[in-house]
């Protein structure tokens, strides 16, 4: 029977280990202040009517991204992802 359980609690956490975020792809929070304004630019450039809210730093596929949120006039939420160095993912 302890096999048993002991089976059963080492597929439940394999399980959410994976489920997890790892360390990389956490996001923490910044001020739209605080990001460069060539990163703004590149921002505003993909969309212009948009009203930019918030801000996160993270790293993605080992590269620093800024994630910035925004809302457009009918109140859609969207995310603009650009690299440290400038270049638009999303």
């Keep these: 029977m302890r096999v048993y359980q002991y089976l059963v609690l080492t597929v439940a956490l394999t399980f959410f280990a ?4 790892s360390i990389g792809e956490r996001k923490e929070p910044i001020a739209l ?3 460069p304004a060539d990163i703004i630019k590149v921002a505003q450039n ?4 948009l009203k930019f ?5 993270e790293i993605e596929d080992g590269q620093p991204v800024y994630e910035i949120r925004g809302k457009t006039k009918n109140g859609k939420i969207i995310e603009v992802e650009v690299t440290k160095d400038g270049k638009l993912l999303k």
């Design 46 to 49: 993909e969309h212009p009517d």
């Design 18 to 21: 994976g489920c997890s975020e």
């Design 53 to 57: 809210e918030s801000a996160f730093t």
């Design 33 to 35: 202040d605080k990001i």
